[in-house]
């Protein structure tokens, strides 16, 4: 059974930082795509960072690049979102999501996705 659980979410302060963890089961983590994507109130989900496999490839959401870094372990099984210089507008909803084709920015192409963690930013 195909399980990823989110975790690390949690209220912070603007500037503050957070690192979300989401722990894969089920399937052969190193051949799958991992992405995160996030949920804002009344908006449509979108992407955030996806990484490969092997982690040589990692493209960002224009939006997070500069402040996000995606990461994974695969003998954990685990793939991370580091979240620096928060700000309000980051407050959402993170899923993480697994792949089994390529770096997608579309969440129509991720296969597997866990429950989300909430992220609440305060100013």
């Known amino acids: 059974q195909v399980q990823l659980v989110e975790s690390g979410g949690g209220l912070v302060q603007a500037g503050g930082s957070l690192r979300l963890s989401c722990a894969a089961s089920?399937?052969?983590?190193?051949?799958?795509?991992m992405g995160w994507f996030r949920q804002a109130p009344g908006k449509e989900r979108e992407f955030v960072a996806a990484?490969?496999?092997?982690?040589?490839?990692?493209p960002y959401a224009d939006s997070v690049k500069d402040r996000f870094t995606i990461s994974r372990d695969n003998a954990k099984n685990t793939v991370y979102l580091d979240i620096n210089s928060l700000k309000p507008e980051d407050t959402a909803v993170y899923y993480c999501?697994?792949?089994?084709?390529?770096?997608?920015?579309?969440?129509?192409?991720?296969?597997?996705w866990g429950q989300g963690t909430q992220v609440t930013v305060s100013s």
């Open positions: 990484i490969s496999g092997m982690s040589s490839r990692t």
């Open positions: 089920g399937f052969i983590f190193s051949n799958y795509v």
């Open positions: 999501a697994a792949n089994h084709l390529y770096e997608s920015r579309s969440e129509g192409e991720y296969d597997y």
